[in-house]
């Protein structure tokens, strides 16, 4: 089977000037220099945030001194997985007050997370020492980790939970 090609007929000369056309543009492409500065940037970048991000230090966090992190007037979210402190701030809506997983906030949330239960019988009283977990089954200690996980991609971790009278 030959292949011709026929300038003759007008499509042909079209498609070939066309192909042309576009192979020097892309050879040789325009260097015309605009004929005034740009001049979006004399004000400043409109990148940059109207201001810092709030600093997050790294702490040590009791029971008591993490429950007043639970989101109510707008403050900032902590809750804690297995002794690691998350800053959750920016999930307020899942952690906020009047989020799905709310009761975690301020609170050490490993059993929890652990077992997928948002009951507040999950929850161990501020005042009591921290839940050693010794009774979860070994499923129940890879969904905490696979939370865990999630959270260190999603969240900054900001501290570590220890027990009320180790500070």
């Known amino acids: 089977m030959a292949f011709s090609f026929n300038l003759g007929t007008p499509v042909n000369t079209a498609l070939f000037l066309y192909i042309l056309y576009s192979v020097q543009r892309i050879i040789f492409p325009p260097t015309s220099k605009p004929k005034t500065v740009p001049n979006e940037f004399k004000s400043g970048y409109s990148w940059m945030p109207k201001s810092h991000p709030p600093t997050v230090l790294y702490k040590i966090y009791t029971p008591k001194t993490l429950e007043p992190f639970s989101g109510r007037d707008g403050g900032r ?70 939370w865990i996980e999630h959270f260190s991609n999603k969240y900054i971790i900001c501290g570590k939970l220890v027990e009320n009278d180790a500070i």
């Open 77 to 146: 979210i902590l809750l804690a997985i297995n002794g690691i402190v998350f800053d959750v701030t920016a999930g307020r809506n899942f952690y906020g007050p009047n989020g799905m997983y709310g009761n975690f906030a301020g609170r050490d949330a490993s059993r929890g997370m652990a077992k997928q239960s948002f009951d507040l019988e999950m929850l161990t009283p501020v005042d009591q020492p921290l839940d050693k977990l010794d009774d979860l089954k070994q499923d129940e200690i890879d969904n905490m980790k696979g």
